[in-house]
């Protein structure tokens, strides 16, 4: 399912003589000017940019025709983040400009669609030299009045899909840890290595020395790399690259396949690409935020911590929950609600959440999950009986078996669980016991 979204650009974005002009479609601002000033590294910046835009208008699951997506972009204070998922949903893209990569005024804040179209994208693949390129997120006299006039009109269809991917990608990448950093020279290497862009073979990067290597096995300190093929966007920015850095969840001998972040930093910006488990999966199916999402008090936590953020960088958990007067545990479940309005997203080099604002309402976490809507269902029909850490959970005309497992998750008799085995997420009748458990605790 789709929302379309109407966006309105004042003229096509360009690159002019006075420097890169990306037309937005407005923000919280009626001048939406996130950034006005100078990339120190102009030649990174474009690579960069076209990496997210590639991303963007790439299938790499069943390829079929370019999308046409525009990538989000975000100012908060001094920070400037481009974001963009495959038209798969099955990897995303981001490009974070940090400090080291401005020279001019600072960022402002807010979030927007930006127009990256085929001659923009072909002004940037010309780029070169060290002179300074200047950016402007939106024209000096764009107003909400003359958004309204605007000359250039079009309807960019931005999924559901999206919004479900950003909700999932914070919650998972949140539990990454870095696993591996590669100089330059032995990034490209390694990246020259990899199989080709058909292979969806599903392998594993250990660290070796200054570099990494391939095995057909998880291991301890390993990191999942499904689908190689899907790290071509990155060697657009290799040559402007210092090192490469990979993260990931803990794995051990026989674990399943996980998703993976791998990041290139030129010092002047960072662009990662996240990965899911396969290629055949997008991330807005994975059901990783849906037991944050599953609590009674998780909305109204959601409204109270919504209030209380604010544009710095990196959001401070342990901070906001002390002015929220809440654990711990409810902010960051609650920060996984504001994920599914595209509210917060998280960064792995940061360790941190950040605050971003996209025009979707957060009550799409129950019409984007039918997992969600059916254990609510289950739960206001009394379909769940308790006993200790089982429980049965009646469903149609079928009894299903449910065990709450030491480290938190579920089992479960169903078809779901059967297939999926709790890679993607717990099925209705494990949420739906739950949030019994959570009622009766």
């Not at 990538?71 to 974070?96: H, I, K, Q």
């Not at 923009?120 to 200047?134: F, K, Q, W």
């Not at 999924?159 to 020279?185: I, K, Q, S, Y």
């Not at 290595?193 to 300190?221: F, H, I, M, Q």
């Amino acid at each position: 399912m789709n929302a379309v979204q109407t966006y309105r650009y004042l003229q096509p974005s360009a690159l002019r003589a006075a420097g890169l002009d990306l037309q937005t479609s407005g923000g919280p601002a009626a001048n939406p000017r996130f950034f006005s000033g100078f990339l120190t590294t102009p030649a990174a910046a474009a690579a960069g940019l076209l990496a997210v835009a590639e991303v963007a208008r790439t299938r790499y699951h069943q390829p079929v025709s370019p999308a046409s997506l525009d990538p989000v972009v975000t100012g908060s204070r001094n920070r400037l983040r481009f974001e963009s998922f495959s038209g798969c949903c099955g990897v995303y893209a981001r490009m974070d400009v940090v400090p080291a990569g401005f020279d001019g005024e600072v960022v402002g804040h807010g979030t927007t669609n930006v127009d990256v179209n085929p001659p923009l994208r072909e002004a940037l693949a010309r780029v070169g030299g060290i002179e300074p390129l200047h950016l402007a997120v939106g024209p000096d006299d764009l107003t909400v009045s003359t958004m309204e006039a605007a000359v250039v009109e079009r309807k960019v269809p931005l999924p559901g899909r999206w919004m479900r991917g950003f909700a999932e990608v914070h919650v998972l990448t949140a539990g990454f840890e870095p696993r591996a950093e590669v100089p330059a020279a032995e990034a490209a290497a390694f990246l020259r290595r990899l199989p080709g862009g058909s292979d969806r073979s599903v392998l594993w990067a250990v660290p070796a020395g200054r570099t990494l290597r391939l095995t057909s096995r998880p291991a301890p300190g390993a990191v999942c790399l499904a689908g190689a093929g899907r790290l071509a966007a990155l060697r657009g920015l290799l040559r402007h690259a210092r090192t490469l850095r990979v993260y990931g969840p803990t794995v051990r001998t026989g674990s399943p396949a996980v998703p993976s972040t791998w990041e290139l930093d030129t010092g002047s910006l960072r662009l990662s690409l996240t990965l899911s488990p396969e290629p055949y999966r997008g991330f807005s199916g994975e059901g990783a935020a849906l037991l944050a999402l599953a609590g009674d008090e998780v909305i109204d936590d959601a409204e109270l911590v919504g209030a209380l953020l604010s544009w710095d960088p990196t959001i401070d958990v342990v901070a906001l929950a002390e002015a929220a007067g809440l654990p711990d545990d409810r902010v960051r479940a609650a920060l996984a609600q504001l994920g599914t309005a595209g509210r917060v997203g998280y960064d792995v080099a940061d360790a941190g959440y950040f605050h971003r604002v996209m025009p979707h309402d957060a009550g799409r976490a129950e019409r984007d999950n039918p997992r969600l809507v059916g254990a609510r269902t289950l739960v206001e029909q009394g379909a769940v009986r308790r006993d200790g850490d089982h429980a049965t959970v009646r469903s149609g005309d079928e009894d299903y078996q449910v065990r709450r497992l030491p480290d938190g998750g579920f089992t479960c008799t169903c078809r779901w669980w059967a297939k999926h085995q709790g890679q993607r997420g717990p099925c209705k009748h494990a949420l739906a016991v739950s949030m019994v458990a959570e009622v009766t605790a």
